[in-house]
């Protein structure tokens, strides 16, 4: 399974971004799927997840009511909207998809990762 996470660049802060997450080889729809990101210098960190059938979402504490992950039907790719973001949003942003319909907060069980899109936002 081949993940491709894109939509990145350059924003402002207070502005809005929409990263999607497709899988170029092998549908993802029975697997919960994450976004993660890396800020320079720091440790990889979990953001969102969301579950197999989108009925379930998880977010972390710094993105709660800035960030929604979404995803459609089987053939649909897996978004991260993002508002009102922040200098400290700064990051790689990947997408991963776990073993299971459920997922977790944090990268056991993720087998999949994209290549990583870079967000930058500017003060």
């Known amino acids: 399974v081949q993940l491709q996470a894109s939509g990145g660049g350059l924003v402002q802060a207070g502005g809005s971004l929409r990263l999607s997450c497709v899988s170029s080889r092998y549908t993802f729809s029975n697997n919960a799927v994450a976004w993660f990101r890396q800020a320079p210098g720091k440790e990889r960190e979990f953001v969102a997840r969301?579950?197999?059938?989108?009925?379930?979402?998880s977010y972390a504490d710094f993105v709660k009511g800035r960030f929604t992950i979404s995803r459609g039907g089987a053939e649909s790719p897996v978004y991260l909207q993002m508002n009102s973001l922040k200098p400290e949003d700064t990051a790689v942003y990947y997408c991963?998809?776990?073993?299971?319909?459920?997922?977790?907060?944090?990268?056991?069980?993720?087998?999949?990762w994209g290549q990583g899109t870079l967000v930058t936002v500017s003060s």
């Open positions: 991963a998809a776990h073993r299971g319909p459920i997922g977790a907060t944090d990268s056991n069980g993720y087998a999949y």
């Open positions: 969301i579950s197999w059938n989108g009925a379930t979402t």
